[in-house]
């Protein structure tokens, strides 16, 4: 049974960092997609960032050059470093994973296997 925990959110003033953490139980994440998404109440999830099998990232336009996605699989960890945090970062961060294949790695609708999120409030 896989399970995604995240941690590491918390309140920013604006220009601050947080780094967001993914723990998994249950799955190798050196065979997933492993991405992490965003909601604010309203409005749609949206994809951050995914790092892939093998270990390439990608990152939406927005988040490109201010966050950074990482994995350790000693851990079966996935980070998310946030930096130059923004008032419209504020959100609820999710966790999400899927074993290959996936061919849109940023698409909400790609992953079967999600964490209950984290909030993050920037101010």
């Known amino acids: 049974h896989v399970q995604l925990v995240e941690s590491g959110g918390g309140s920013v003033q604006a220009g601050g960092s947080l780094r967001l953490s993914c723990a998994a139980s249950d799955l190798t994440y050196s065979f997933y997609y492993v991405a992490w998404f965003r909601q604010v109440p309203g409005r749609e999830r949206e994809g951050v960032a995914v790092v892939s099998p093998d270990g390439s990232a990608r990152y939406a336009d927005s988040e490109k050059g201010r966050f950074t996605i990482s994995r350790d699989d000693a851990s079966q960890t996935v980070s998310l470093q946030m930096n130059s945090l923004r008032v419209e970062d504020t959100a609820m961060y999710y966790c999400?994973?899927?074993?290959?294949?996936?061919?849109?790695?940023?698409?909400?609708?790609?992953?079967?296997?999600w964490g209950r999120g984290t909030q993050v409030t920037v101010s």
């Open positions: 999400a994973a899927e074993p290959s294949p996936v061919t849109q790695p940023l698409a909400l609708h790609e992953y079967r296997h």
